[in-house]
């Protein structure tokens, strides 16, 4: 799709689901390097794509999963799907709520592990890119626990398109432990923004247009993506039909 196209994806009507475009999940994992190119449906009757049709319009290039990411479950797990999410994103949102509810379900196990990515959209959330930098402040000052601590509490507070007030950054902090100086020290100084940036490129060369986007990982290979916010039930079924 146009990115004209995919960076509207709130100003679809309120009253209507966000629009998903499914990708292959495989059938079979075969061996590393070869290609897969089994296609499944789910319900609506949407056929889904591997990750190895290429766009013509758009070379792909994913990011391998490594240390600096952060992740929740498992390292080695079979399954790790890694987000690009804009904590100002209504459809973020949900499906950060469907990826914990993932996580209680297949992360205490070993089967499957998540990955967060930064990639606000400034055309549409102004404020995405800072409240980015603040997870990442929460990271540098209590490391990945907090780091999802804090990201959690910002998407269970904010009331999206641009509605958190920035208060709540410092807030937030403080409520979850954080030194409220350093904090503030951190993320006036601008020094995340680097690594904000960093995850938005990698993005954009893994073809997101909008948010969320989700790669699947599978033994350490992207066996294709998740394009927008997959109910619960579609994800669980793309878990379950791996793991056969």
Wanted: hydrophobic letters at 35%; a negative charge.
């Amino acid at each position: 799709m146009e990115e004209n196209n995919t960076l509207n994806r709130e100003e679809v009507k309120k009253s209507s689901p966000a629009p998903i475009n499914n990708y292959a999940i495989p059938l079979a994992i075969v061996i590393a390097g070869l290609s897969i190119a089994v296609a499944v449906y789910f319900g609506g009757g949407k056929a889904v794509k591997d990750a190895s049709s290429s766009n013509k319009a758009q070379k792909t290039d994913f990011t391998p999963i490594s240390e600096r990411d952060h992740l929740m479950g498992n390292p080695n797990a079979k399954i790790i799907i890694a987000e690009y999410s804009d904590l100002e994103c209504p459809y973020c949102k949900m499906f950060h709520t469907t990826m914990n509810k993932i996580m209680s379900e297949y992360g205490e196990g070993g089967e499957a592990a998540w990955v967060y990515r930064h990639f606000p959209i400034a055309e549409l959330h102004s404020k995405a890119h800072r409240e980015a930098e603040a997870t990442e402040c929460a990271n540098k000052l209590g490391g990945n626990t907090k780091f999802w601590e804090y990201t959690n509490k910002i998407f269970s507070i904010t009331p999206s398109n641009n509605g958190l007030n920035e208060s709540e950054l410092s807030k937030t902090a403080q409520a979850i432990g954080l030194d409220l100086k350093a904090f503030n020290e951190c993320l006036s100084s601008g020094e995340m923004k680097g690594i904000v940036d960093q995850d938005m490129a990698s993005g954009t060369k893994a073809g997101a247009r909008g948010t969320p986007y989700s790669l699947i990982f599978v033994d350490k290979k992207v066996v294709g993506t998740i394009d927008g916010a997959q109910s619960y039930e579609q994800v669980k079924a793309t878990i379950d039909e791996i793991l056969k």
